[in-house]
């Protein structure tokens, strides 16, 4: 009698256990299960909020942490099992040299590299849509255009005005070298005036990105898809060629 | 009170640093998460930090869930 009851209050307890672990699920995501997938040859990357470097933002800012991300890259390159990589971008820009570091990363790594801007992808953000083999971008989407800025105290202004005109340099070079846009071109819209009120800039919507050579192609997520299979099936081809 | 100022909320009303000093990054089963710690010591899951689209279907894995 008394080992019925306890199997009896066991199989209660466990029930108990499943529903509540079904409620927690629940309040997490509305929903009791999330479909599984296969294993995937595909390796996703966001970059979203601001891209962080030096500076620690304060915590209620969403970031991207370059130091996050370059560990990362490093396992995508070494991965055997990984043959391509999708950048998801809907960046506001942020410090300069992680941006720059993070491009050139994605820009070095030998597997095919695929990015769709969604959203926005200014600024620096500019830089890390290029870097990639092939990238796209959704009709809707805008990057802003625009100089390099500094906020806060300044010590030392000549010495200071140079290292940004360098670095604004550095930004322009890896974008011209690494996209179809012409120097002059994306100085021009660089230094344009009225198009954002009263500072210098453009804000480059969807199509006129790709008009303008900034980027690839207008798309979305089957149209990455596509041509980052596309571009991981040459990979193949070239790398049995090499083998024979 | 109304203020007309070209400066940031956060300058001008310092969110308390301990509202989010309870969060960290760790790393469980070669995986790194954004936590933060509950009041009974264990982790809850802010964010996954994983390039591996299949993470994100992880069921152990959303955000909410208790890690530990």
Do not use: W
């Not at chain 1, 846009?181 to 009120?197: C, P, Q, R, S, V």
């Not at chain 1, 804000?203 to 980052?228: F, P, S």
């Amino acid at each position: 009698m008394n080992k019925d009851t306890e199997k009896k209050e066991e199989e209660n307890q466990g029930q108990q256990q499943n529903s509540s672990a079904l409620v927690q699920k629940i309040q997490q995501l509305g929903q009791s299960n999330v479909p599984q997938a296969p294993d995937s040859n595909i390796h996703v990357l966001t970059i979203i909020g601001q891209v962080e470097g030096h500076v620690q933002l304060p915590p209620q800012n969403k970031t991207t942490k370059y130091e996050h991300l370059l560990p990362q890259l490093i396992a995508i390159e070494q991965n055997p099992k990984i043959e391509g990589l999708i950048i998801l971008l809907n960046t506001v820009g942020g410090d300069v040299e992680a941006g720059l570091a993070l491009a050139e990363m994605i820009s070095s790594i030998s597997k095919p590299t695929v990015s769709v801007v969604l959203g926005g992808g200014h600024s620096i953000g500019v830089p890390i849509a290029v870097a990639t083999s092939h990238s796209f971008i959704v009709p809707t989407a805008t990057m802003t255009i625009h100089p390099v800025r500094l906020t806060g105290l300044v010590i030392g202004v000549p010495q200071t005005f140079e290292y940004l005109d360098k670095m604004q340099d550095r930004v322009i070079n890896f974008v011209v070298n690494h996209s179809n846009i012409k120097e002059e071109k994306f100085k021009d819209l660089m230094f344009a005036k009225g198009n954002l009120t009263r500072d210098i800039g453009t804000n480059v919507v969807g199509t006129d990105a790709v008009d303008y050579g900034l980027i690839d192609g207008v798309g979305g997520i089957k149209e990455a898809m596509q041509k980052l299979n596309e571009l991981i099936s040459q990979n193949q081809k070239s790398e049995n060629q090499v083998i024979q | 009170m109304i203020l007309y100022t070209p400066l940031a909320q956060s300058d001008i009303f310092p969110q308390a640093s301990d509202d989010f000093s309870n969060r960290q990054c760790i790393s469980v089963e070669g995986k790194s998460f954004y936590v933060e710690q509950q009041s009974d010591g264990s982790y809850m899951l802010l964010q996954l930090l994983s390039t591996d689209p299949a993470d994100y279907m992880n069921e152990k894995y959303t955000p909410g869930s208790i890690i530990q």
